[in-house]
């Protein structure tokens, strides 16, 4: 800039010792030059100087005259606007708090280490963590990494849906769900799950369920919940045909009284819906079941991953056993740990 200023004002220097005559026949000479130049180039692309230089000089040109330059007036008033603006910036306002190097590498972490996690998945791992970020951060930075979306989930609508908010304190929900053996046999678990802390239990994995075995189980269960038994007053079950009046009575036994789905409406079970949905993603679909005892064991081991561990989003990312009131505190390292034959990882803290 200070070259160009320099140039054009011995430029004028030069112009005064010049004859009028000689100048009127450069100005002539420059506007052909000009005309057959515009003939050429669609654009011209002046440089900031070159802008800066052009604006100051055209103030000195007559009104008429300046319609005839290589830019139009009001690119002069868009050079002059942004020169403004870049000398009148604002600072921006502080948003959120940038997230640490370490959190970012740790959501990528959770991310590329377990595939079938979503942004809400991962997002409840690390408020077990006792990291505070939000859900929509953790959706950004994976989303950025190339890792999927979290699956979707679409909750019960309707009276049903008041219904199973209402009594979720006292309510239990069971159901059936089948697991093939590497020998094409098909074996059948039942569990029952707590609503309110979402805990399950698995009663038993059978091969050839009836109604009389589903109703020892449901003794058992009662039997195993002793006391607490009395928290429950309703129980949500399907129109199977082995939960026969047998079963039914002995719930009722405890004051607990079973409500049955309407048919072909297993929305209006969500909750034993969705942990089927997670029993089979998480587990029996990625694992080659040998027989029953295997199916046993297995089952048993990711419900307690599930009761003991696994974050749920309806009781704001805390597993079923976790106490509420505990407060988690971010640790310098994290462990991993691997469950259910090694199929899902558990992070904690280390000690």
Not at 52 to 58: G, T, V
Not at 180 to 188: G, K, P, S
Not at 195 to 221: C, D, K, Y
Not at 309 to 333: E, K, M, S, W, Y
Request: aromatic share 6%; glycine share 4%.
């Amino acid at each position: 800039m200070v070259y160009l200023l320099a140039t054009r004002i011995f430029a004028c220097l030069v112009l005064l010792c010049r004859s009028s005559a000689a100048k009127n026949a450069e100005i002539l000479v420059l506007r052909h030059e000009v005309a057959v130049l515009r003939r050429q180039v669609d654009a011209s692309k002046p440089t900031w100087p070159d802008r800066a230089l052009i604006a100051a000089l055209s103030r000195l040109l007559p009104r008429i005259l300046r319609g005839h330059r290589i830019v139009s007036p009001r690119t002069l008033l868009a050079w002059h606007q942004h020169l403004v603006k870049q000398k009148w910036t604002q600072p921006r306002s502080p948003g959120r708090p940038p997230v640490s190097d370490e959190l970012h590498n740790l959501i990528i972490r959770l991310g590329v280490e377990n595939p079938r996690w979503g942004a809400r998945r991962v997002h409840g791992e690390l408020h077990r963590l006792g990291h505070k970020v939000s859900a929509s951060t953790v959706r950004r930075i994976l989303r950025q990494a190339g890792l999927g979306p979290a699956p979707r989930h679409q909750p019960a609508r309707g009276e049903w849906a008041v219904f199973l908010k209402a009594q979720a304190s006292g309510l239990l929900a069971t159901d059936f769900f089948h697991v093939d053996t590497i020998t094409v046999q098909r074996l059948y678990a039942l569990f029952v799950m707590e609503v309110r802390t979402r805990t399950v239990h698995i009663l038993g994995v059978t091969a050839h369920p009836s109604a009389a075995w589903a109703t020892q189980q449901a003794r058992q269960l009662l039997w195993h919940l002793g006391d607490r038994a009395a928290d429950f007053t309703h129980l949500i079950r399907d129109r199977d045909t082995k939960f026969t009046a047998a079963f039914d009575a002995v719930f009722a036994s405890e004051n607990i009284t079973v409500t049955k789905i309407p048919p072909r409406s297993p929305n209006c079970n969500p909750h034993a819906e969705r942990f089927v949905r997670s029993v089979r993603e998480e587990c029996t679909d990625r694992l080659l079941i040998y027989d029953r005892g295997h199916a046993h064991k297995i089952l048993h081991e990711y419900v307690t991953h599930f009761n003991r561990h696994r974050p749920h989003q309806g009781r704001d990312q805390l597993a079923p056993l976790d106490d509420p009131n505990v407060i988690a505190f971010p640790a310098a390292r994290i462990e991993r740990r691997q469950a259910v034959a090694s199929l899902i990882n558990e992070y904690h803290r280390a000690s």
